[in-house]
C-alpha cells in the first residue's frame, strides 16, 4: 500500500486564492452589469397615478353612480366591472409564465396596483423594476375597468360635452373618447414569451373591414340614446355603458348584455317525409353586425353550431358539428395552427343530411353556441362549475313524421 502524504496549503496562499477569485467574481459582475430598460410598449404602461377630481370623494365607481345612477347599473352588467374578479384571468396570474405587463389590461389605472413598474432589468418581462405603490387602493383594484379608467386624467373627468354646472370639474375631449381609447387594449398583438402570445387583434381586424370610417367601436358597444346625464337634468345625447359583448357572464350569478355580429337564415324543413327520402336542412350564417371578425379577441373563443336528429326515444340518429375559431398550440412554443374566424359581412352555409330509413317521429334541433373556452381548459384552470362557459346564440327546432 502506498502511503499519501497530506499537504497543508500556508495560510497567505489561501488568503491569496481567495482574494483572486473574490476579485474574478466581481470583475465578472462588472462585465455583466445589469440595464434598466424602460417601458416602451403601451400594453407594459399603465395610466399613471391619479387624484381625485375636485368634487368627487373617490375614483370608485359605486360613488360615480350615486350621481350617474343609469350609467354605473349599465356598467355593473359588463364585462369591464369584472375584468380583474374575472375567474379565468385570476388562475392566469398564478401561472410562473405570467408577466407583470398582463394586469395592465385589467387594471388600467396606477391607483389600483400594489407595485408601481419602472422599468426592466435587462429588458427582461420577468425581472421588473418596481416599488410599492403608497397610493394602492385594494377596493379600487377590486372593480377592474372603472368610470376612473377612462373618464378620470389630470384631475378632470374627461367628457364628451363640456359642462359648467357639474359639481367636478369637467374636460371634453372626444378624441380622447372615442375609439382609440378601446383599441387601446383591445389590439394586442405580441410573442411575449415563447409560451405566451398575446393576440386580441380586434383593432386591426375593424380597420381591415367595412366598418372602418363608418362604424367604430362606441357606434356598437355603446349605441346612442336620450337620457339625462343626472336625474332632474334635460334629456341629451348619451351612450350606452353596458359595453355589450359576447353576452357570457363571468359568473353565473351575474347577468349581462350580448351583442351578436352573427345573423342566421334557416331553409325550410317538411313536417312529413316518407321513408327512403332525404332530409336537406342548411343554414346560413353571416357575419353581418360585427366590424371584426367573429369571434374576436382572446384565442380561445369559438363558435360550434350543432345540427342533432333525434328519435321519439331522446337517442341520436345522426348529428353534424362545426366549429368557428382558432386553434392554438401554447406548449412548446406558442402558435397558431389553425383559424376559420369570420370576416365582416362573410357569408357562410352549414348543411345537414341524413337518409330517412324508417317509419318514426323524429326532431331536426339546431343550435349554435357561443364559446369563452373549451371544458379541458376550464378544468386545467380550475374555475369550477360556476364560471359559464358558453351561451346560446340561435336555437331552432323542427317536429317531422316519416311516413
Known amino acids: 500500500m502506498v502511503k499519501i502524504k497530506k499537504y497543508k496549503l500556508p495560510l497567505a496562499v489561501v488568503i491569496f486564492i481567495l482574494a483572486i477569485t473574490y476579485v474574478l467574481v466581481i470583475k465578472k459582475k462588472l462585465f455583466e452589469s445589469e440595464e434598466i430598460v424602460p417601458l416602451t410598449k403601451s400594453w407594459e404602461k399603465v395610466v399613471p397615478h391619479q387624484s381625485t377630481p375636485v368634487g368627487l370623494i373617490s375614483l370608485k365607481s359605486e360613488d360615480c353612480g350615486t350621481c350617474h345612477v343609469e350609467h354605473y347599473q349599465e ?142 367601436c362606441v357606434s356598437c358597444h355603446m349605441p346612442e340614446t336620450q337620457r339625462s346625464l343626472v336625474a332632474g337634468y334635460p334629456k341629451r345625447k348619451s351612450h350606452a355603458h353596458f359595453f355589450t359583448g359576447s353576452g357570457i357572464p363571468k359568473f353565473d350569478s351575474v347577468k349581462t348584455t350580448v351583442f351578436n355580429g352573427l345573423s342566421f337564415e334557416p331553409t325550410d324543413v317538411k313536417s312529413k317525409y316518407k321513408v327512403a327520402d332525404s332530409l336537406r336542412y342548411n343554414l346560413k350564417v353571416k357575419n353581418e353586425f360585427a366590424g371584426h371578425r367573429v369571434p374576436s379577441g382572446d384565442p380561445e373563443r369559438f363558435i360550434l353550431i350543432k345540427m342533432e336528429l333525434i328519435d321519439e326515444n331522446g337517442t ?59 371544458e379541458k381548459t376550464a378544468a386545467y384552470n380550475k374555475l369550477g362549475k360556476n364560471y359559464p362557459l358558453f351561451i346560446s346564440i340561435y336555437k331552432k327546432e323542427y317536429s317531422i313524421v316519416v311516413l
Open 75 to 216: 356598467w355593473k352588467l359588463s364585462t369591464h366591472a369584472h375584468a380583474w374578479t374575472d375567474l379565468q384571468f385570476q388562475a392566469e396570474l398564478k401561472k410562473e409564465s405570467s408577466p407583470f405587463l398582463c394586469i395592465n389590461c385589467h387594471i388600467p389605472l396606477q391607483n389600483q396596483q400594489e407595485f408601481i413598474v419602472t422599468g426592466m432589468i435587462n429588458g427582461d418581462i420577468y425581472k421588473p423594476v418596481k416599488k410599492r405603490n403608497p397610493f394602492f387602493d385594494k377596493s379600487l383594484q377590486q372593480e377592474g375597468i372603472n368610470c376612473a379608467s377612462c373618464h378620470v386624467r389630470n384631475g378632470a373627468i374627461i367628457g364628451t360635452n363640456g359642462n359648467l354646472n357639474a359639481p367636478h370639474k369637467v374636460k371634453k375631449d372626444p378624441i380622447f373618447l372615442s375609439e382609440k381609447l378601446c383599441i387601446s387594449c383591445h389590439n394586442a398583438n405580441a410573442v411575449v414569451t415563447p409560451t405566451l402570445a398575446c393576440t386580441f387583434e380586434t383593432g386591426d381586424e375593424w380597420k381591415k373591414g367595412p366598418f372602418f370610417g363608418k362604424k367604430n
Open 316 to 374: 341520436v340518429v345522426s348529428r353534424k358539428i362545426e366549429r368557428i375559431g382558432e386553434k392554438w398550440q401554447w406548449y412548446p412554443i406558442a402558435k397558431k395552427l389553425a383559424d376559420n374566424n369570420m370576416n365582416p359581412s362573410e357569408v357562410r352555409n352549414y348543411s345537414f343530411a341524413t337518409l330517412l330509413k324508417d317509419k318514426s317521429n323524429l326532431k331536426l334541433k339546431i343550435e349554435v353556441t357561443k364559446h369563452r373556452m373549451d
